[in-house]
Nanobody, 124 residues
Framework: QVQLVESGGGLVQAGGSLRLSCAAS??????MAWFRQAPGKGREIVAT????????FYVDSVKGRFTISRDDAKNTMYLQMNSLKPEDTAVYYC???????????????????WGQGTQVTVSS
């Protein structure tokens, strides 16, 4: 059973940066993603990255500010978040979709492995 553990969240002022990490208990030959969930809202896709071609997707609200990457040698995925805004405040989750390698899903129900989440709070 794959285990995912996020780290790197915290409190930062608007305009600041954070780097989230998602460490896997074993090699993940699958597409992965970052989701977030703000208080009172549903879980939202943030970014995805495939395993084979490293194709990347970003939700419009983070384009140009966030960068997703993965280091399979370290079994770790990252989310570099720059120019943070108060509306980025949420719990951030990493996820893996064991059924996809060359494409990525935007729907949380398609992902079968999840981390516990890490809180990101951006103050104005």
């Amino acid at each position: 059973q794959v285990q995912l553990v996020e780290s790197g969240g915290g409190l930062v002022q608007a305009g600041g940066s954070l780097r989230l990490s998602c460490a896997a208990s074993q090699r993940i030959s699958a597409s992965m993603a970052w989701f977030r969930q703000a208080p009172g809202k549903g879980r939202e896709i943030v970014a995805t990255i495939t395993w084979t071609t490293r194709s990347i997707f970003y939700v419009d609200s983070v384009k140009g500010r966030f960068t997703i990457s993965r280091d399979d040698a370290k079994n770790t995925m990252y989310l570099q978040m720059n120019s943070l805004k108060p509306e980025d405040t949420a719990v951030y989750y990493c996820a893996a979709d064991s059924r996809r390698r060359v494409s990525s899903s935007y729907y949380y129900s398609d992902y079968d492995y999840w981390g516990q989440g890490t809180q990101v709070t951006v103050s104005s």
